[in-house]
């Protein structure tokens, strides 16, 4: 049988290309910053798989927060 529920790097992954066109629109200061908070992110991706969040973005905003 296979996963019902996404991993969480599949999620962050999805999550980043949602946020595509937001970034575009970033200056370059701000696009560096941002991805950062997704390369934050992606250091808890083991944590956060455990978490099994109903809203995984509240996961995501946890991961970097730690940092």
């Known amino acids: 049988m296979g996963r019902t529920i996404p991993t969480f790097t599949r999620y962050l992954e999805e999550e980043m290309s949602t946020w595509r066109d937001f ?9 560096v910053v941002f ?13 956060a798989s455990h978490a099994k969040r109903p809203i995984p973005f509240d996961a995501l905003v946890m991961c970097i927060l730690l940092e």
Do not use: S, W, Y
Not at 23 to 31: F, N, P, Q, S, V
Not at 35 to 47: S, T
């Open 23 to 31: 970034r575009r629109a970033l200056g370059k200061e701000d696009r």
């Open 35 to 47: 991805d950062r908070l997704f390369r934050l992110a992606k250091r808890h991706i083991a944590e």
